[in-house]
């Protein structure tokens, strides 16, 4: 079965620290494009972060560039975000997704997992 | 704020046909693919249309998406109780370099 399972979520103080996990099965995950998108409960989805197949290129979000850091380990499968001086506005949940091409240019996000949920408050 | 707009609500009866909007420019929709996810309550995203206009395996023929200049659609025809959730646009955004997704539509079926 294809599927993403993250991790990680707590409550943690602002200025703390978290690392969330995003385990795959089910397809190539060294072969794949990775995002993380977040939303806050009751509003939209937000783009995050993105990471290539082989973890040379990586990109961010203004809102935490300088703070996030997203890696992955394609021997065991997994993508992560470690995240830190976190802020209230951080809270969210975290969503890992895989970016798949479908030609001519086109991308969609075509598995989800099931979110973790992140809450920065004191 | 989100770079691609769409309306906040929606509302139709089962059967019925009804239509989201997602207005963006030419450095997103003008110039990428767009595609649509449904969020059923307390659920992930899930892919519903890509490249337009283009259903994966498994996502019902009721639903159809539309590309012109810089807006999308998503059309649902014959609704039914079951579709009723949030749907949102999303698209590649060539001035930002990164992806853009819409506010996001909830829809209601009555």
């Known amino acids: 079965e294809v599927q993403l399972v993250e991790s990680g979520g707590a409550l943690v103080q602002p200025g703390g620290s978290l690392r969330l996990s995003c385990a795959a099965s089910?397809?190539?995950?060294?072969?794949?494009?990775m995002h993380w998108v977040r939303q806050v409960p009751g509003k939209g989805l937000v783009w995050v972060s993105r990471?290539?197949?082989?973890?040379?290129?990586?990109?961010?979000a203004d809102s935490v560039k300088g703070r996030f850091t997203i890696s992955r380990d394609n021997a065991k499968n997994t993508l992560y975000l470690q995240m830190n001086s976190l802020r209230v506005e951080d809270t969210a949940v975290y969503y890992c997704?895989?970016?798949?091409?479908f030609g001519s240019g086109s991308y969609a996000f075509d598995i989800w997992g099931q979110g973790t949920m992140v809450t920065v408050s004191s | 704020q989100s770079v691609l707009t769409q309306p906040p609500s929606a509302s139709g009866t089962p059967g019925q046909r009804v239509t989201i909007s997602c207005s963006g420019s030419?450095?997103?929709?003008?110039?990428?693919?767009v595609s649509w996810y449904q969020q059923l309550p307390e659920t992930a995203p899930k892919l519903l249309i890509y490249?337009?206009?283009q259903r994966p395996s498994g996502v019902p023929d009721r639903f159809s998406g539309s590309k012109s200049g810089t807006s999308a659609s998503l059309a649902i025809s014959g609704l039914q109780s079951e579709d009723e959730a949030a749907y949102y646009c999303?698209?590649?955004?060539?001035?930002?370099?990164?992806?853009?997704f819409g506010g996001g539509t909830k829809l209601t079926v009555l």
């Open positions: 490249t337009n206009s």
């Open positions: 030419t450095s997103n929709i003008g110039s990428n693919a």
């Open positions: 089910g397809f190539t995950f060294s072969s794949s494009w």
């Open positions: 997704a895989r970016w798949k091409y």
């Open positions: 999303a698209a590649w955004d060539d001035s930002l370099n990164d992806w853009v």
């Open positions: 990471i290539t197949s082989d973890g040379t290129r990586i990109s961010y």
